[in-house]
């Protein structure tokens, strides 16, 4: 069975510039997630999806960060304009409907550094 | 809000046990984690418990739950250099409709041959 995908593995850009990270979760895995993970520090939830909707967005700093999940499979996260301390992996999960932790799986991370 | 803390460091020798410790705040968590990490890769779950369970054994690793005082442990056994990485608490409440992960800062495990 194919894992979360996650692209680009790496991106270094400039203050202010811009980046989309896209994420495949595992085939029939209604909700997905995507966790900022800063260096010396655990992950932290950005976003949660159920199919194409919304669950918990509350701690995504709308401001700079969006994201979507239109068609209900694969997302994308964008960062605009990027912040020196948006510096981070960024963890995209994927778990059935209605799964507890022991069943959610994690992709590799994009890797962000922003100089 | 709930908030998970763990010591950030433990060095060990090849062989010895580790010990691995975790606080919560939220009483209501109903599943508590643990996930490793190694240097550049995603998160492995290792194993869980539910709360109404005191301790779990899963090969070298044992989880120990203490309710009352919301801390969680993992031991692992017989600890190898393979073991080295970042180990993750984590607690879900999916009774609240919480079932995202909220994760510890993680401790990183180091092992001496």
């Known amino acids: 069975e194919a894992g979360v995908a996650q692209s680009p593995r790496y991106k270094i850009i400039e203050k202010r510039q811009s980046v989309a990270f896209w994420c495949n979760p595992i085939s029939g895995h209604a909700t997905l997630y995507w966790y900022q993970q800063i260096l010396g520090q655990g992950p932290k939830l950005l976003i949660q999806?159920?199919?194409?909707?919304?669950?918990?967005d509350s701690q995504l700093p709308k401001d700079r960060f969006s994201a979507e999940r239109l068609k209900g499979v694969d997302s994308t996260l964008k960062i605009q304009p990027a912040k020196l301390e948006d510096s981070a992996v960024y963890l995209c999960?994927?778990?059935?409907?209605?799964?507890?932790?022991?069943?959610?799986?994690f992709g590799e991370g994009s890797w962000l550094t922003v100089v | 809000g709930e908030d998970v803390e763990q010591s950030l460091f433990l060095s060990v020798r090849e062989g010895d046990s580790s010990v691995i410790n975790c606080t919560y705040t939220d009483s209501s968590s109903t599943y508590l984690y643990w996930y490793k990490q190694e240097p550049g890769a995603g998160l492995q779950l290792l194993t869980y418990i539910f709360s109404n369970m005191d301790m779990k054994q899963d090969q070298r690793l044992t989880v120990l739950l203490n309710k009352k005082d919301k801390h969680l442990s993992l031991r692992i056994a017989d600890t190898q250099t393979g073991d080295s990485a970042i180990y993750f608490c984590a607690e879900t409440n999916p009774d609240t409709g919480r079932r995202a992960l909220t994760f510890g800062s993680g401790t990183r495990l180091q092992v001496q041959p």
């Open positions: 999806f159920q199919n194409n909707g919304v669950v918990d």
């Open positions: 999960a994927s778990s059935l409907e209605g799964a507890t932790g022991n069943t959610i799986y």
